[in-house]
């Protein structure tokens, strides 16, 4: 069984540019985490989809934005890019939405902004 | 703003002791918790979950909880040069939002010396 599928797996773009990733979650779950891991931040909740619909989201400014498709694979856009938007992206599906906290995450994408 | 804390190490221990990792969270409402572990370069994978006061083993591995100090920690017997990585405190939370999403530590490093 196919595992959580992140692309591109880097990318690097100049400040104020839009950068676009994507995800695409275990076979049969429905619902799809976005989290940020900075260096030295750990890792910080952005968004959660489920179902199509966005559920939650973490404290950061509108220009991260996402959304999930109806086969459920989601896609986080990030607006007017900042240097400090450098950091590895990780996606995370889970089996039972927001049920359990057994997250499967994918390898990330590492976004780098110069 | 729910936290979890964790000391970030790096912790170093001979291969064959035991490596004794704590974390403490804010949020008194949590009912889930987890250890995840990262290894350099890769993405978070669970090890352990536990959802009641006391200890719970998985091989080398026992998670323990203790909702009344609000304290979780992951002891690993017979430490392996294999264990090296960082280890990840998660928390689900019970409330309201929060419910749906995990709320991580930033990690403790492990290193596992032969």
């Known amino acids: 069984e196919a595992g959580v599928t992140q692309s591109p797996t880097h990318l690097i773009k100049t400040r104020g540019q839009q950068a676009t990733l994507r995800c695409s979650p275990i076979?049969?779950?429905?619902?799809v985490y976005w989290y940020q891991q900075a260096l030295g931040l750990g890792l910080q909740f952005l968004l959660w989809?489920?179902?199509?619909?966005?559920?939650n989201r973490g404290n950061f400014p509108p220009r991260f934005s996402g959304r999930q498709f109806p086969n459920y694979s989601s896609e986080l856009n990030v607006n007017a890019l900042e240097l400090e938007d450098s950091a590895l992206y990780l996606c995370?599906?889970?089996?039972?939405?927001?049920?359990?906290?057994?997250?499967?995450f994918g390898e990330g994408s590492r976004l780098t902004v110069l | 703003q729910k936290e979890v804390e964790q000391n970030s190490g790096p912790l170093s221990v001979p291969e064959g002791a035991i490596a004794s990792l704590n974390c403490t969270y804010s949020?008194?409402?949590?009912?889930?918790f987890f250890w995840y572990r990262q290894y350099s370069g890769k993405s978070p994978e669970l090890i352990m979950s536990?959802?009641?006061?006391g200890d719970k083993e998985d091989g080398r591995f026992t998670a323990q909880l203790n909702k009344a100090s609000q304290y979780v920690s992951l002891l690993i017997r017979d430490s392996q040069p294999s264990d090296s990585a960082t280890y990840l405190c998660a928390v689900r939370g019970n409330s309201g939002g929060s419910n749906y999403k995990l709320t991580f530590g930033k990690g403790t490093l492990l290193t596992v010396n032969p």
């Open positions: 995370a599906s889970n089996p039972l939405a927001g049920y359990t906290g057994e997250l499967f």
């Open positions: 536990i959802y009641s006061n």
């Open positions: 989809y489920d179902e199509g619909e966005e559920r």
């Open positions: 076979s049969g779950h429905t619902s």
């Open positions: 949020d008194r409402g949590s009912q889930s």
